[in-house]
Structure formats: structure tokens, C-alpha cells
């Protein structure tokens, strides 16, 4: 494992220290699934984002649910 610094505002360091006087558990804990879910979000983000562009520039397709049924021969 990697050992990082980061500067937190002072609010989110007292919610963060509540938590873990709740919790038991550690910053590091809290901090590294913090960063996990928002770096899922934001990879999510940046794909959808570049599907937008590739569709909008002509360099890939889109299609309705019906052709999607129909080429999988699901259509009815």
C-alpha cells in the first residue's frame, strides 16, 4: 500500500474524526471507500462521457431497443 498526504478543510476532518469516534474504525478506512465510490462515479462519468463524443463525431452507432430486439431476434 501506498502512503499519500492530503489536506482536508477543517469540516471535513471533525466529521470525518466524529465518525471514526463512532465507528472504531480508522480514517484510512473511511478515506480509501470515499475515494473508491467516487472513483467508480467518476470513471462511469468519463466513459459515458466519451461514448457522447464518439456518437456525436459519427464514430460509433447508436440503436433503438427495437433493432437491438430484432438483431437478437427477440423481436416478437
Same mark, same amino acid.
Given at each position: ?14 466529521? *470525518?474524526?466524529? @465518525?471514526?469516534?463512532?465507528? =472504531? ?13 467516487? @472513483?467508480?462515479?467518476?470513471? $462511469? ?12 463525431? =459519427? ?12 438483431? *437478437?431476434? *427477440?423481436? $416478437?
Amino acid at each position: 500500500m501506498i502512503a499519500i498526504s492530503i489536506r482536508l478543510p477543517d469540516e471535513i476532518f471533525q466529521r *470525518l474524526q466524529h @465518525l471514526v469516534s463512532l465507528t =472504531g474504525r480508522t480514517k484510512t478506512f473511511y478515506m480509501v471507500e470515499a475515494i473508491r465510490d467516487h @472513483l467508480d462515479d467518476l470513471e $462511469d462519468i468519463y466513459l459515458a462521457e466519451q461514448r457522447l463524443i464518439d456518437v456525436q463525431q =459519427g464514430r460509433s452507432k447508436t440503436y433503438t431497443l427495437e433493432e437491438v430486439e430484432k438483431l *437478437l431476434g *427477440l423481436a $416478437d
